[in-house]
């Protein structure tokens, strides 16, 4: 369970984040991984090196380091969700020339040397991404993509039994199950929502009159299933207010996902564990600047790319996202 979207403030910056929900018990953690990063692909021992530096939020375990979300500094950004009973991978090298990439590292590979949207589409054709098991869960985790630049271009690419296919994202949210083209085509079914207060209806000799405000939303789904957090996303970060600054945009990206986040024991899984939202983060793709925020906690951090050694021959990590509340006295 994840919710992604991208925004866009009045000055023109872009913002890329996500919600990470998550029924396995994780330990997010801040890293730079600097240009000309030298890796071993866990798949088959090859070492790749990146083009670009970038910040993002992963987590190592057992000597694997994953990542979930980031941004280079190029200004391209993406993200990995679950996408359960949809994604199919292959299952090893073939014959056809592609470079094999695992799906735990994927989201790597592509914040490493795409500078755009327009060049991961290039890219994709020449890539094979093949399962591979992660610590965390043992298993190849079923994932889908999506990725934005500073151009506002967005897309989504999803490994199914129909190949690896990629599609433009102009309304801008992922959720998670089912594929993409169906998230949009179910919005069709909310075409009465609104943020417009309804009028008076006559029933005969009956006049009725709304419970007060937001009558025009009550169509909205209200729970925690992926078309549900998709339609209530797509539908708030399309009405409301254009902020005018980067500040107003940040909060404005936190106040939308706060519609999805999850509080840990409204859902459980068929394990008997809480799926929740472990954290919350936006990037302001034009400036390579993190905000995020962990479910323990209740400021909103911040960490940017920019003012470190960006020529580093290791990966520079800033530690676990904080847990711990933040409460102002007055």
């Given at each position: 369970?994840?919710?992604?979207?991208?925004?866009?403030?009045?000055?023109?910056?872009?913002?890329?984040?996500?919600?990470?929900?998550?029924?396995?018990p994780?330990?997010?953690?801040?890293?730079?991984?600097?240009?000309?990063?030298?890796?071993?692909?866990?798949?088959?021992?090859?070492?790749?090196?990146?083009?670009?530096s970038?910040?993002?939020?992963?987590?190592?375990?057992?000597?694997?380091?994953?990542?979930?979300?980031?941004?280079?500094?190029?200004?391209?950004?993406?993200?990995?969700?679950?996408?359960?009973?949809?994604?199919?991978?292959?299952?090893?090298?073939?014959?056809?020339?592609?470079?094999?990439?695992?799906?735990?590292?994927?989201?790597?590979?592509?914040?490493?040397?795409?500078?755009?949207?327009?060049?991961?589409?290039?890219?994709?054709?020449?890539?094979?991404?093949?399962?591979?098991?992660?610590?965390?869960?043992?298993?190849?985790?079923?994932?889908?993509?999506?990725?934005?630049?500073?151009?506002?271009?967005?897309?989504?690419?999803?490994?199914?039994?129909?190949?690896?296919?990629?599609?433009?994202?102009?309304?801008?949210?992922?959720?998670?199950?089912?594929?993409?083209?169906?998230?949009?085509?179910?919005?069709?079914?909310?075409?009465?929502?609104?943020?417009?207060?309804?009028?008076?209806?006559d029933?005969?000799?009956?006049?009725?009159?709304?419970?007060?405000?937001?009558?025009?939303?009550?169509?909205?789904?209200?729970?925690?299933?992926?078309?549900?957090?998709?339609?209530?996303?797509?539908?708030?970060?399309?009405?409301?207010?254009?902020?005018e600054?980067?500040?107003?945009?940040?909060?404005?990206?936190?106040?939308?996902?706060?519609?999805?986040?999850?509080?840990?024991?409204?859902?459980?899984?068929?394990?008997?564990?809480?799926?929740?939202?472990?954290?919350?983060?936006?990037?302001?793709?034009?400036?390579?600047?993190?905000?995020?925020?962990?479910?323990?906690?209740s400021?909103?951090?911040?960490?940017?790319?920019?003012?470190?050694?960006?020529?580093?021959?290791?990966?520079?990590?800033?530690?676990?996202?904080t847990?711990?509340?933040?409460?102002?006295r007055?």
């Amino acid at each position: 369970m994840c919710t992604a979207i991208t925004f866009q403030c009045g000055q023109m910056q872009n913002f890329f984040g996500r919600t990470r929900d998550f029924s396995y018990p994780i330990d997010p953690q801040i890293f730079i991984v600097p240009k000309n990063f030298s890796w071993q692909s866990a798949l088959d021992g090859k070492i790749f090196t990146d083009s670009y530096s970038f910040i993002t939020i992963g987590q190592e375990e057992a000597g694997m380091l994953g990542f979930f979300d980031g941004v280079n500094e190029n200004g391209f950004a993406a993200a990995a969700l679950y996408f359960t009973g949809y994604a199919e991978y292959g299952t090893g090298p073939d014959n056809s020339g592609k470079e094999p990439i695992s799906s735990l590292e994927f989201l790597h590979f592509i914040l490493g040397r795409c500078g755009s949207v327009e060049e991961l589409k290039g890219m994709l054709p020449h890539v094979a991404i093949i399962g591979l098991p992660d610590p965390v869960t043992q298993t190849a985790a079923p994932l889908h993509w999506i990725a934005a630049d500073r151009s506002g271009a967005c897309i989504v690419m999803e490994p199914t039994g129909r190949g690896f296919q990629l599609f433009d994202n102009p309304i801008g949210v992922l959720a998670n199950s089912p594929a993409f083209p169906w998230q949009v085509t179910n919005l069709r079914n909310y075409m009465g929502v609104s943020p417009e207060q309804e009028s008076q209806a006559d029933w005969g000799k009956v006049k009725l009159t709304p419970f007060g405000q937001a009558a025009g939303t009550r169509l909205l789904p209200g729970g925690y299933t992926s078309p549900e957090r998709f339609v209530r996303t797509a539908f708030q970060k399309t009405h409301v207010l254009q902020p005018e600054n980067v500040n107003e945009a940040v909060v404005t990206c936190f106040h939308i996902m706060d519609s999805v986040t999850v509080p840990k024991g409204a859902v459980v899984t068929d394990r008997g564990t809480y799926d929740y939202t472990q954290y919350t983060a936006f990037s302001n793709i034009d400036t390579c600047e993190y905000f995020f925020k962990a479910y323990g906690g209740s400021a909103i951090e911040t960490a940017g790319l920019w003012g470190h050694d960006l020529n580093a021959d290791h990966i520079i990590c800033f530690g676990p996202l904080t847990q711990q509340p933040v409460f102002m006295r007055r």
